[in-house]
């Protein structure tokens, strides 16, 4: 599993990081998601996929 954002697309909502706060963090300037782990420790699959499932701009992707 690997986690990307576009950070052109996110609108700053931090539903990631609430979920996930291991693997997704916001840039203090304006918000926007950065990747902590692009490849999420074991454990966190379901709590990954669920934090891209919830993302309200679509930002997050899984490969």
Request: glycine share 6%.
């Amino acid at each position: 599993m690997k986690v990307r954002a576009d950070t052109m697309v996110c609108v700053a909502s931090g539903m990631c990081v609430l979920s996930v706060p291991e693997v997704f963090d916001q840039r203090e300037d304006d918000g926007v998601v950065e990747v902590l782990a692009s490849q999420p420790p074991a454990g966190l699959e379901d709590a990954v996929r669920e934090a891209v499932l919830r993302c309200p701009s679509g930002a997050l992707t899984l490969d």
